[in-house]
């Protein structure tokens, strides 16, 4: 049975840093896109991040290039998502996903392309 599990989030101060995990279980990260999402309070899910298993290239949301790293351990079948220089902006709960219709990310990144999603992890940012 395919499943995720996030980890990770917390609270941090703006300018902080956090490390998201997202590990699978019953299928390899590394034959499908992995994604990661965020979803504010009143707001819809976005995505945030894809690594493609095709050829490991990246996607990032325009708010977030330069300052989150999406990378992927296939002896662990864990996906990070390293986030520097946190905003309050960046507050919401992040979501990993799975598309396991394909191994390369789809642009725009839209959430029913992925279908097998974790639980969510919280992160705020907030002095």
């Known amino acids: 049975q395919v499943h995720l599990v996030e980890s990770g989030g917390g609270s941090v101060q703006p300018g902080g840093s956090l490390r998201l995990s997202c590990a699978a279980s019953g299928f390899s990260l590394d034959s499908y896109a992995i994604g990661w999402f965020r979803q504010a309070p009143g707001k819809e899910r976005e995505g945030v991040s894809c690594k493609s298993a095709s050829d490991g290239s990246t996607l990032y949301a325009d708010s977030v290039k330069g300052r989150f790293t999406i990378s992927r351990d296939n002896a662990k079948n864990t996906v990070y998502l390293q986030m520097n220089t946190l905003k309050p902006e960046d507050t919401a709960v992040y979501y990993c996903?799975?598309?396991?219709?394909?191994?390369?990310?789809?642009?725009?990144?839209?959430?029913?392309?992925?279908?097998?999603w974790g639980q969510g992890t919280q992160v705020t940012v907030s002095s």
């Open positions: 996903a799975a598309d396991l219709w394909s191994p390369v990310c789809r642009t725009p990144m839209e959430t029913a392309d992925f279908n097998s």
